[in-house]
């Protein structure tokens, strides 16, 4: 049995992940969700139970919906993957693998943005420059509409950045 907290292993999944973001600026449904992630429906309200079950997710409300009840969920806000520090190998594979999918749909002729740095600062740099991306995805996360929104763009961000060891730690043979 894994120690890894159950917050960071149901966002170790991709599709997990992805729903996370979509449900931070409005509630979704299952149904919803499926539609925008091209999954079956089963497979969303699975997904949708796990995240559930690690306190990411709540029921936002139950609508009437064409003889049925549609619960909505929205994303519960919080520092899930600000400062994790078990589980990172499993993060960063999900959050790889979403970053493959994404550049698949990267517009052909938009600005973006891409940097890949291992760097040796000062600490108090570190710390200002740790703030500063912190406050840029905060910002992000803040001005996120509902997806299709008139009058948005679909932008894809991800980012990990912490201070390195200067050598790896020992791998078991």
Do not use: K
Request: net charge positive.
């Amino acid at each position: 049995m894994s120690s890894t907290d159950p917050r960071l292993r149901a966002l170790a999944h991709p599709v997990r992940l992805r729903m996370l973001s979509l449900m931070w600026s409005a509630p979704l449904s299952a149904a919803a969700l499926a539609r925008e992630l091209a999954i079956s429906h089963a497979l969303a309200s699975q997904h949708l139970r796990r995240l559930e079950a690690a306190g990411l997710v709540e029921l936002a409300d139950v609508r009437s919906r064409r003889g049925g009840r549609e619960r909505r969920y929205r994303a519960v806000r919080g520092p899930w993957l600000t400062d994790q520090r078990e589980g990172q190998a499993l993060l960063a594979e999900s959050l790889a693998r979403n970053l493959l999918d994404r550049v698949a749909h990267r517009a052909p002729d938009a600005a973006g943005v891409t940097i890949d740095a291992e760097l040796w600062v000062d600490p108090e740099e570190w710390e200002a420059a740790r703030r500063r991306l912190h406050a840029i995805m905060t910002e992000l996360h803040d001005a996120a509409r509902p997806p299709h929104a008139p009058g948005t763009v679909r932008v894809g961000a991800t980012m990990m950045a912490f201070p390195m060891t200067e050598t790896p730690p020992p791998t078991a043979d």
